[in-house]
């Protein structure tokens, strides 16, 4: 498909499939994250009421940080308080660069000919380069966004 075609797409298809997890954790979710995840479950539920003013923000700012694990947003969200409108448009953008990566990467293998080619020297440095683009955030970013107690 190419770059053009092919991120949009999959970006499309991460918000999808995301939102799918958070409507499933809404319904379904709710006794098993209160058994296993309590101490997350209220966290993100006070982070959401600290943030509600800024509350798309806040998500994208998750979604960014490479660190936070994405599962939990998903489930965790609904049950936060995370209108399913607002969280889905947030995983459209704050996951662009992760697809965007995920893309380039894909485009790599397809130029691939032969088991050979993978010890290419055009090969090796696209793959250096796109593993230290995927870890330049971690290394610019301090600390994960919190919420403030009162």
Sequence with gaps: FGLPIALPLVCCLTACGATSCFLLSKYLGRPILEAYFPSKLSSMEK???????????????????????????????????????????????????????CVQGGLVVTQLQSVSDLFSLKILLMLVSMAGVSTLPAMLISKPVSPQTS
């Design 47 to 101: 982070a959401v009421q600290v943030n509600e003013h800024r509350l798309f923000y806040f998500l994208v700012s998750l979604r960014l940080f490479p660190m936070t694990p994405n599962w939990l947003i998903n489930v965790v969200s609904p049950l936060a308080g995370v209108p399913v409108g607002k969280f889905f448009v947030s995983v459209l953008f704050g996951l662009v660069p992760y697809n965007f990566l």
